[in-house]
């Protein structure tokens, strides 16, 4: 086990609604976006991720433009991605604008690497779906020789190659922290402990201790590769109120309703009240009051030996008054509980 768990806090921001139960414009939920980051600076919280997507229940697609304005509201708290859609971006683009928010935040940038789990943005840019693993494998590769800072020199199948080329602005101190998210290929571990990045799991349904036998192939990969493992994090759903019951009962509405639209288009059968208590009591919703919640998140950091959790804090609908109430829960009392739990 870690001697330090980092706790995070991300949002895929999710169009909420206001007052009246109408969904507010994409305007104004990015702008409570910046304030609930705000909220988990203030409430010491270690890292806040911002998901990139490209459709209208999302309101963010340009996680740095927002994570730079909270960059300047803020003093401490890492500020990344969650994730950055590699396959539909270009490697350069993404490290000069991951520097720039480096820079602006006085050091505080990450970047987590994925193939995401929606797919609008490949025709919205213009990519083939088709090339959907060719695009990761080699624009990740091209990313890892940029995180070496210097002169590059490169050649891939899909653009055309890199003779001693400089990219700016360089990282000031050190390197750009990247992870690897993985929503559950092995190919993935592998991939992470391939390029020496740290791994964030991407834990959604389900008994999270089905995913240590991932954590064992990426310590395994390095063994064999050579080198040290690197950081593993965990990514989950979650929502905390005062007392189990409040939890339960305000985020099930808001949360159905967001997973049976998604769920529609995957086709997924409508979630029954059953299978949502099932993914609280024993799968990966953190769900519940600060005690429920700490334990939980306790019991998934010693089985797995992650060195960071990180909450997705937001679902549909569920208003920004109770996303507010949410991080100050997780980071005054969860936060405090399970650094008492564990040691």
């Known amino acids: 086990m870690p001697q330090y768990l980092e706790f995070g806090l991300d949002t895929f921001g999710d169009v909420t609604a206001g ?28 890292f806040f991720g911002i998901g990139e997507h490209h459709r209208a229940d999302f309101a963010v697609s340009s996680p740095e ?24 971006d270009d490697p350069i683009r993404v490290f000069q604008r991951f520097a720039t928010l480096d820079a602006a935040s006085n050091g505080r940038a990450e970047v987590i690497l994925g193939r995401g789990s929606f797919t609008e943005s490949f025709p919205l840019f213009g990519f083939k779906l088709s090339q ?14 940029l995180l070496k800072q210097g002169a590059v020199t490169w050649k891939g199948n899909l653009r055309p190659p890199l003779t001693n080329q400089r990219v700016f602005p360089p990282i000031e101190t050190g390197t750009l922290k990247t992870w690897i998210g993985v929503g559950g290929s092995p190919e993935s571990v592998i991939r992470a ?19 240590k036998p991932f954590v064992e192939l990426y310590h395994r990969a390095f063994a064999q590769l050579g080198g040290t493992a690197q950081a593993i994090g965990v990514h989950s759903p979650g929502y905390i109120a005062n007392t189990d019951e409040q939890a339960r009962e305000e985020l099930w509405p ?20 059953a299978e949502f208590i099932s993914e609280i009591e024993r799968g990966s919703l953190y769900v519940g009051s600060p005690q429920t919640v700490a334990r939980k998140i306790a019991a998934t950091a010693e089985a797995l030996g992650i060195s960071r959790f990180t909450m997705k804090y937001s679902a549909g609908a569920l208003s920004h008054e109770k996303l507010a109430r949410c991080i100050q829960l997780y980071g005054g009392s969860v936060i405090p509980l399970v650094r008492e739990m564990l040691g």
Do not use: C
Request: charged letters at 30%.
């Open 193 to 211: 402990a391939r390029y020496q990045l740290p791994l964030m799991l991407a834990i959604i349904g389900g008994d999270p201790l089905r995913f």
């Open 254 to 273: 808001d949360y159905k309703q967001m997973r049976d639209r998604i769920g529609a288009e995957r086709g997924w059968p409508a979630m029954e009240r």
């Open 132 to 145: 959907y693993q060719e695009l990761f494998e080699e624009k990740l590769d091209l990313f890892a020789a």
């Open 19 to 46: 007052p009246d139960k109408s969904l507010l414009p994409h305007a104004q939920v990015i702008r409570n976006v910046i304030d609930e980051a705000v909220l988990a600076d203030e409430a010491g919280v270690d």
């Open 65 to 88: 433009i927002v994570l730079a304005a909270i960059a300047g509201r803020t003093k401490r708290i890492r500020l990344g991605s969650a994730v950055t859609v590699l396959s539909s």
